[in-house]
């Protein structure tokens, strides 16, 4: 039986019901199979180019789980109410970070094809000699393994408290996952901006942008709250969460889609004005690499598409409360994050132009339909949204 706080219903929570989708994971287990069997293919066949594709798809999934990492801490440090109802999903989604902590291996076995820093000796290039404090292999490892470490730890943990206080409602599971947030906030941000520097500005040890940390998280919150409005309006299109996520909570997530499409173009403005105007040959050869022959269509596009269109598209309230109407402008977001992270990562091995290559798009078929099929799996063992938090009450009854 449902209990009643002021005549607002508390639902007893809903779960998914795997059964009705074990089609749809079966054929997710199977084309991530067969896709990671040619993709181990590729890493023999032509490990060069496989790296580049490899970590273009890699980086953009982790940019997704880890800005829903980030809304999920971000939930909790400021104590909302509105996000109650949609936090299990963000949940869900940050634990993938422990599947794609696996998936890391291929890059750190193909290191050499990917930074060439690795490859010089001491002694050749004088701006290398001056980093190598930083930029050597055995410290490179164990960054890698305290970022992916204390991203699925973090993860995982909040999760699991989350699901605890579904059985008795006990308070202490808040302030314990608070506490768990304040910790990882300031961890968020330096392992999310070094973690970006050693694997996406490392393909270029010469480049450098103070900058370029907070680009890489402008694009992972606003692209993860557009995978979050893809997710939710998927389940409730399946018969979930009807009565829970209202249009009051569309519009929320609308406002936030907007507010980091803006954010994002400030930072990439405020990154490529600062580097022209100063015309530092160090810091301008990333942008002429993206602007040269098609990667300048491509960059364009990128301009446009991930800013001028949402944003004119976002400032529609009647966008915003239209679930499916946001969820095309989601999407089309989700796609301009690919596009984003695939110029930071491909025109360093492409510099003369866009060269498309079916690895690209098998690492992205085989990392998404992993994701894809352990979250199938991971959805029915929780229900869809936390039962018994304190801020329930007010999360269901959320007005803007």
């Known amino acids: 039986m449902s209990e009643r706080l002021h005549g607002v219903p508390t639902p007893e929570g809903e779960y998914f019901d795997s059964g009705r989708f074990a089609g749809l994971s079966f054929v997710l287990g199977v084309v991530a199979v067969i896709a990671l069997v040619l993709c181990a293919v590729g890493a023999i066949v032509n490990p060069h180019q496989?790296?580049?594709?490899?970590?273009?798809?890699?980086?953009?999934?982790?940019?997704?789980?880890?800005?829903?990492?980030?809304?999920?801490?971000?939930?909790?440090?400021?104590?909302?109410?509105?996000?109650?109802?949609?936090?299990?999903?963000?949940?869900?989604?940050?634990?993938?970070?422990?599947?794609?902590?696996?998936?890391?291996?291929?890059?750190?076995?193909?290191?050499?094809?990917?930074?060439?820093?690795?490859?010089?000796?001491?002694?050749?290039?004088?701006?290398?000699?001056?980093?190598?404090?930083?930029?050597?292999?055995?410290?490179?490892?164990v960054r890698a393994v305290i970022f992916l470490g204390f991203f699925l730890l973090a993860a995982l943990a909040l999760r699991?408290?989350?699901?605890?206080?579904?059985?008795?409602?006990?308070?202490?599971?808040?302030?314990?996952?608070?506490?768990?947030?304040?910790?990882?906030?300031?961890?968020?941000?330096?392992?999310?901006?070094?973690?970006?520097?050693?694997?996406?500005?490392?393909?270029?040890?010469?480049?450098?942008?103070?900058?370029?940390?907070?680009?890489?998280?402008?694009?992972?919150?606003?692209?993860?709250?557009?995978?979050?409005?893809?997710?939710?309006?998927?389940?409730?299109?399946?018969?979930?969460?009807?009565d829970v996520v209202t249009v009051e909570h569309y519009h929320i997530m609308g406002k936030w889609m907007l507010a980091f499409c803006i954010f994002w173009a400030y930072i990439g403005f405020g990154q490529y004005m600062l580097i022209w105007y100063a015309n530092i040959p160090e810091e301008t050869q990333y942008f002429i690499n993206r602007n040269t022959q098609s990667w300048w269509a491509l960059s364009m596009l990128l301009v446009i598409g991930r800013f001028f269109v949402p944003f004119a598209i976002l400032l529609l309230r009647s966008v915003k409360t239209h679930p499916r109407q946001l969820c095309i402008v989601a999407a089309w977001l989700v796609c301009m994050q690919m596009l984003d992270i695939y110029l930071i990562v491909l025109p360093s091995l492409h510099g003369t132009g866009f060269h498309p290559s079916i690895w690209d798009l098998l690492s992205v078929v085989a990392i998404g339909a992993t994701l894809g099929f352990v979250y199938l799996r991971m959805v029915p063992r929780t229900s869809l949204f936390p039962v018994r938090d304190p801020r329930l009450i007010e999360s269901l009854t959320t007005v803007n």
Request: aromatic share 18%; net charge positive; charged share 15%.
């Open 160 to 242: 699991r408290l989350s699901a605890e206080q579904d059985k008795d409602g006990n308070p202490r599971f808040t302030i314990s996952m608070r506490k768990v947030s304040f910790i990882s906030l300031p961890m968020f941000a330096l392992c999310l901006t070094f973690g970006a520097y050693d694997w996406l500005v490392g393909l270029n040890y010469r480049w450098f942008s103070t900058m370029f940390g907070v680009y890489i998280f402008a694009g992972a919150a606003g692209s993860s709250m557009s995978l979050l409005v893809l997710v939710i309006t998927a389940l409730r299109q399946a018969g979930y969460l009807k």
């Open 50 to 141: 496989f790296g580049y594709s490899w970590l273009f798809a890699f980086a953009f999934f982790f940019t997704l789980c880890a800005g829903c990492f980030f809304w999920t801490i971000v939930h909790h440090a400021t104590d909302a109410e509105w996000s109650v109802v949609v936090r299990r999903q963000l949940e869900n989604l940050g634990a993938l970070l422990t599947v794609l902590a696996l998936l890391f291996v291929p890059i750190l076995l193909l290191r050499h094809h990917l930074f060439v820093w690795m490859d010089i000796p001491p002694g050749v290039d004088p701006s290398l000699d001056t980093k190598r404090a930083y930029l050597n292999w055995p410290f490179f490892l």
